[in-house]
Structure formats: C-alpha cells, structure tokens
C-alpha cells in the first residue's frame, strides 16, 4: 500500500516569485513534471523522481501544492512511496526535507521588506543587524 509524508511551508511574500524557487528547485533536484498547473493565488505539481540504477531505493513522488490565504500562501509537500520498508521510508522523509530546504533558499520570505536598511547589491529590505543579506548573500563590513 502507497505511503505519504508531509511537510509544510508558510510563505510570505510574492507568489511568481515561489514558483520560480519551487521551479528551480525542481531543476536542481533533478525531477520530471508531470502535472503543473498555476492558478491565481494557487498552484500545483506532480513531480517524480527519475528511476535511478545502481541503488536500492525507489522513486520518489512528490506532490506540491500551494495556496494563498491573505499575505501567507500555504505550501504543503506530500512525498509517497510504494514500497515498504525502514530505508524506503527514511529515503523518502530526506527527499521532502531536501526539497523544503532548497525551496527555502530559493523563495525566501521577503518579511523585511518594511525595514529601513536596503541591501546594496539586490536593493531589498534587510535587518538592520545583517551581516549578510538574506536574500543575494553579499556580505557587509562592519
Ligand atoms: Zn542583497
């Protein structure tokens, strides 16, 4: 029987701009679309993982799924396997939380965006205490 793990993120900030993270995101996780569909205010994938050789664990699928409620877009990751076992399951959990960090590097949240300090190099809203940008990752001198 298929099983299905979650993950979730809570973006804040431009929707084009996490859907070019959850694209890029794609491209360096190496996965095959298989379903895309962007609406206004939501979208959806269907990913999966190419059939890799030479190793014991199988493809993953994955199923992304966004929307917006107000300022926040809900995004929720669901990984499935079909084949039980310990490895397969750990596997799977590893790829979700792969795919979460990198989408988190790709689409970060623009929450500083009201903030008096603007980056030098990408012209967006920093803390004020930053040493290096959280958006472009340019590094200040103190
Ligand atoms: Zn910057």
Not at 114 to 128: A, L, V, Y
């Amino acid at each position: 029987m298929e099983k299905e793990l979650h993950k979730s993120y809570k973006y804040y900030g431009d929707i084009n701009q996490l859907i070019q993270g959850v694209d890029k995101t794609i491209k360096q996780m190496g996965l095959k679309i298989k379903l895309r569909t962007v609406d206004n205010g939501s979208f959806s994938y269907i990913l999966s993982e190419k059939i890799k050789l030479y190793t014991t664990n199988w493809p993953v699928r994955f199923e992304i799924n966004a929307i917006r409620s107000g300022d926040i877009i809900d995004v929720n990751i669901t990984t499935r396997y079909g084949l039980w076992s310990i490895t397969q399951k750990k596997y799977t959990q590893q790829r979700g939380q792969d795919f979460l960090q990198l989408l988190k590097n790709n689409a970060p949240m623009d929450i500083y965006k009201d903030s008096n300090r603007i980056c030098t190099e990408c012209d967006k809203g920093i803390p004020f205490d930053a040493i290096i940008c959280p958006y472009c990752g340019e590094k200040f001198d103190e």
